[in-house]
């Protein structure tokens, strides 16, 4: 359908080791990070560029599994310290993890540069992290065509005027409801989304945890379920594994904002087409603790699951 | 597509008054009632026969209003006394109604009696009442082709053996998410739908308030969505006006259980429409208090808002 070429896409965001506990049970340690959900998604689709700090802790092991998954790990700056880590909770309400201690550790002093090999990505997910930061990194790149970023409640309230003039310059943002409706002070998904494409983003994916997501572009509105699964493990990931299997599949259709403004119809529906593919992979993500299934994970896995969601889908 | 002809529906519930507070604004002694608000949503598809109790102060004007919309009312018995009256409000979570007061009033004695004219309907609602009153009704219906019930926690606990009696018969369980995994003991929606099934009721409907709901039927599952609505300004009666439209689509169908038996995919396609109906209706419900919108509410208001959603669950 598309005939644009596969582009890779530059991503910045965090490397992290997390302590985490859910209904499930336990995970001390394992790897996590923003950056890591999301290349480990979006590479089932096309090539990755990562920009993150690491500790002289972080194993050199998966560097190198990163690397043989496609995804460019020559942006990931090595400090002396320790890895970012973060020890999070969820009770029963899965959709909400509850954070007991964050340890930035050399994340703290991130100072994003970009190697010259990385400057000229068409294709940009910012995760979730400093608004700062994000729009430095965005400064960096050359040209870009299509920029997504994430964002959470401690940016929205403590870097308000800063986040606003990283939004300025994004074309998708995927955010949580509750994200939502606190960016946009509104009560209602329809309101809180048409009020942030005013502030920027012309389309914007709300996530709702465990009941699906709700996207909204230029021209239409889609809702979706949430795949079901037997048993949540872990939600850690979900929504940056999301964030991948939506740039990843928008990527390699070459998407643009050239192919949004020519034919508004046919971006919703390959927008809509991307979020059936970032709800599969993120109830992948949540079968297992950090990216245990992820790693194993291979397109003929998602491509099945997907047919099943779409029966599930459809009104038939 | 259906040649059968359309079939009147039996239903038993309550009538009732509700002084109800929601984010929104407060109501008192509003019209409310389980087969109100049934009744309202399914005679916009077919005629409908009631089995209720009210009290002498119930206004004759409504009755008369119910009349006109094709529901047959010589089966409400209006007894000496008041009518039952629910006191309730909503905090910010719309999709659960904390009880403040019940006044069972006349509804405490209810012994229903069908009038003869009333036991042959083939298709019958039970609605959120006592299990052992519910089986009352549908012992007194003769050659039934097609019964659905609702339940609470309430009875889950409290009778839980007359319950699974009640749902030995049933063919079509709409309920609550939580009272789904308190009835079955289990945790995610697949799993508790399934158990469910075992206990008689070959189809079941998960109700998931502004998330929307999950069907089950012999041979599929359907996610649906809920529709979006700007403001919920109040939201008793949706889960009653969803399972109305719901059944009113099924009895205009034809539905019974030979054609589940006879063509298991035709029926589950059947049911996930049935299911857009009923996600439709209740939308409209929750736009007023009390039954304010439903007493205008035209078919094709309910066709327009259905194709407009259609369009929301359409991948593309």
Same mark, same amino acid.
């Given at each position: 359908?598309?005939? %644009?070429?596969?582009?890779?896409?530059?991503? &910045?965001?965090?490397?992290?080791?997390? %302590?985490?506990?859910?209904?499930?049970? *336990?995970?001390?340690?394992?790897?996590?990070?923003?950056?890591?959900?999301?290349? $480990?998604?979006?590479?089932?689709?096309?090539?990755?560029?990562?920009?993150?700090?690491?500790?002289?802790?972080?194993? *050199?092991?998966?560097?190198?599994?990163? /690397?043989?998954? !496609?995804?460019?790990?020559?942006? =990931? #700056?090595?400090?002396?310290?320790?890895?970012?880590?973060?020890?999070?909770?969820?009770?029963?309400?899965?959709?909400?993890? /509850?954070?007991?201690?964050?340890?930035?550790?050399? +994340?703290?002093?991130?100072?994003? *540069?970009?190697?010259?090999?990385?400057?000229?990505?068409? &294709?940009?997910?910012?995760?979730?992290?400093?608004?700062?930061? #994000? $729009?430095?990194?965005? !400064?960096?790149?050359?040209?870009?065509? +299509?920029?997504?970023?994430?964002?959470?409640?401690?940016?929205?309230?403590?870097?308000?005027?800063?986040? /606003?003039?990283?939004?300025? #310059? &994004?074309?998708? $943002?995927?955010?949580?409801? /509750?994200?939502?409706?606190?960016?946009?002070?509104?009560?209602?998904?329809?309101?809180?989304?048409?009020?942030?494409?005013?502030?920027?983003?012309?389309?914007?994916?709300? *996530?709702?945890?465990?009941?699906? %997501?709700?996207?909204?572009?230029?021209?239409?509105?889609?809702?979706?379920?949430?795949?079901?699964?037997?048993?949540?493990?872990?939600?850690?990931?979900?929504?940056?594994?999301?964030?991948?299997? =939506?740039?990843?599949? $928008?990527?390699?259709?070459?998407?643009?904002?050239?192919?949004?403004?020519?034919?508004? #119809?046919?971006?919703?529906?390959?927008?809509?087409?991307?979020?059936?593919?970032?709800?599969?992979?993120?109830?992948?993500?949540?079968?297992?603790?950090?990216?245990?299934?992820?790693?194993?994970?291979?397109?003929?896995?998602?491509?099945?699951?997907?047919?099943?969601?779409?029966?599930?889908? %459809? =009104?038939?």
């Amino acid at each position: 359908m598309h005939t %644009s070429p596969t582009r890779p896409i530059l991503t &910045v965001g965090s490397m992290a080791f997390d %302590s985490v506990r859910t209904p499930a049970g *336990k995970a001390d340690h394992v790897l996590g990070g923003s950056v890591n959900y999301f290349s $480990l998604a979006a590479s089932l689709f096309t090539p990755i560029k990562i920009v993150a700090v690491v500790g002289d802790d972080f194993p *050199k092991e998966h560097l190198g599994f990163l /690397k043989e998954r !496609n995804v460019d790990v020559s942006g =990931v #700056q090595v400090a002396a310290g320790k890895t970012f880590h973060w020890v999070g909770e969820y009770d029963t309400n899965l959709n909400e993890a /509850k954070t007991l201690a964050t340890a930035l550790n050399v +994340f703290e002093h991130f100072d994003p *540069k970009l190697p010259e090999t990385h400057t000229d990505c068409p &294709v940009v997910f910012l995760a979730n992290i400093d608004p700062v930061l #994000q $729009l430095q990194v965005l !400064n960096q790149v050359r040209g870009h065509e +299509f920029v997504a970023c994430d964002s959470m409640n401690f940016w929205i309230t403590g870097k308000p005027a800063e986040l /606003k003039e990283t939004l300025k #310059q &994004v074309d998708l $943002l995927c955010i949580n409801e /509750k994200e939502a409706f606190l960016l946009s002070d509104e009560k209602s998904l329809e309101k809180a989304a048409r009020k942030i494409q005013s502030m920027g983003p012309s389309n914007i994916i709300i *996530k709702r945890g465990e009941y699906g %997501s709700a996207l909204f572009t230029p021209t239409g509105t889609f809702l979706a379920p949430a795949f079901l699964v037997d048993e949540v493990i872990d939600p850690t990931g979900a929504g940056d594994s999301f964030a991948g299997a =939506v740039m990843g599949y $928008l990527a390699e259709a070459g998407a643009n904002r050239a192919m949004m403004k020519n034919d508004p #119809q046919a971006w919703d529906q390959l927008l809509r087409r991307s979020v059936v593919y970032g709800t599969v992979m993120a109830s992948f993500t949540i079968q297992d603790f950090s990216i245990g299934r992820l790693k194993t994970l291979s397109r003929e896995d998602l491509m099945h699951r997907r047919e099943k969601f779409m029966r599930m889908m %459809s =009104v038939g």
